[in-house]
Each structure stands twice: as structure tokens, then as C-alpha cells.
């Protein structure tokens, strides 16, 4: 199983945790069987940990008409927004929720070039709270497709667990869809707003899969 960089951190940290934890429990404790309980749960807790940051071995197919999910995740929203912070105009809102056992990366939606990146600080309201898109630390993007000048914007949002958002998209950069656009740590969410006139491929509710579900054509 291969792991994200990002995870290298979170993963030292807990398992000198853990260890302490478990020696002191061997030393302190006599009970063996408590000694089981520990260890068993250390594992395990490891496990979910190595798990989180795991990265799928997923092939890309490229498409500049394709619009696909920059990340795995449940469906939550399908609604016509007007974005105000750099489109300045009405595009339908996808936002995709990531619980804590989905793949935390994230790929570029489309083809094209990076025209705008920006970090905005805020709150830690849960996820799926309808303020949490303006209201919550965010990251905004937005790429300018090859096709027909059409351009995509795509938030990640921080969620009340999620305290660490990586965005690695730099503006005036070319980027390709089936390359890593960023990484949130624990569970969070991804708003992609494509134009109204593109032609949506998903329904609420749907499982969504970064890098391969197709959300919209253009």
C-alpha cells in the first residue's frame, strides 16, 4: 500500500504515541491481558491511520471535454450558486463530501491552466454545513479549460476534524487531470462549480471517485 507524503508526519507522531503508550502500560501494569487489549487496539488504530493516507493506483484517461471528481467521496449538492469571489457569475455547485475512510487526495478536474489560487482562513464547521463553503478554511482555484475558454473552480474546504489543507496548484501553471492537485487531512469537502451550461453527469447521493467519475461535460 503506498502512502502520501502527507502522511509521513501524522504517521511518525502516532506511533511514538503508541509506543509510549504500550511501554508504559508493560511497566506500570501487571495484567496481561490488558497488555493484549492495548497492543490490539495500537494496531489497529495504526492500521486506520496508514489507511487514511493511503494513494490508489488509479489510471487517469485525459479529456478536455471531461469534467471528472477531484476526489472520492458522496455527492451532497447540485445547485445553481452565483460565485462572487472570481467568476462573478451564476454556475452550478457540485460539492462532494469526504468522509475519514475515502482516498484524501485530490486530482485537477480538467485540462488547461491554473488562473487563480488562493488561501482563505476561517472556521471549522462540519462539512456538510451549507455555510461551510464560504465560511470555513478553504482553498479556491480555478483553471481555465482548453475548451472553449471555459473556466472551472474547485474549493477544498476544511471540515471540524480536517485542520490541514495542501493545495499544490500554482497559478500560471499547466496542469493535467491526471495529475495530484492536493491532499486534506481527515474528513472534509470539495466544491467544484462548473459553468451552467455544461452537461451534469452525476445525481445526489452518487459514490464519486476522484480521477475517474465523470461529473460534467463541456
Known amino acids: 500500500m503506498k502512502i502520501h507524503r502527507e502522511g509521513f508526519p501524522t504517521i511518525i507522531i502516532v506511533c511514538i504515541l503508541l509506543s509510549a503508550i504500550n511501554w508504559l ?44 471528481a477531484p476526489s472520492d467521496g458522496k455527492l451532497v449538492v447540485i445547485e445553481k450558486v452565483f460565485e462572487s469571489e472570481y467568476l462573478n457569475e451564476e454556475c452550478t ?40 463553503s464560504t465560511e470555513n478554511e478553504r482553498t479556491t482555484i480555478v ?18 476534524v480536517a485542520r490541514r489543507i495542501c493545495n499544490y496548484a500554482k497559478e500560471d501553471t499547466d496542469v493535467k487531470q491526471n495529475q495530484e492537485a492536493g491532499f486534506i487531512k481527515f474528513g472534509s469537502r470539495i466544491d467544484v462549480l462548473v459553468p451552467i451550461s455544461a452537461s451534469i453527469k452525476v445525481s445526489l447521493n452518487d459514490k464519486i471517485v476522484g480521477g475517474e467519475t465523470i461529473l460534467a461535460t463541456i
Do not use: C
Not at 96 to 106: A, D, E, G, Y
Open 25 to 68: 502500560n508493560i511497566y506500570f501494569t501487571p495484567f496481561t491481558l490488558l497488555h493484549i487489549i492495548i497492543a490490539v487496539i495500537s494496531v489497529v488504530f495504526l492500521f486506520l491511520i496508514f489507511y487514511f493516507f493511503r494513494v490508489p493506483n488509479r489510471v487517469v484517461n485525459l479529456d478536455d471535454n471531461k469534467i471528472i
Open 143 to 160: 483553471i481555465n479549460a482548453k475548451v472553449n475558454d471555459v473556466k472551472v473552480l474547485y474549493r477544498q474546504i476544511a471540515g471540524a
Open 93 to 132: 455547485q457540485l460539492s462532494i463530501f469526504m468522509s475519514p475512510l475515502n482516498v484524501h487526495k485530490q486530482w485537477y478536474p480538467v485540462n488547461g491552466k491554473v488562473i487563480y489560487s488562493k488561501y482563505h482562513p476561517g472556521k471549522y464547521l462540519v462539512a456538510w454545513h451549507p455555510k461551510s
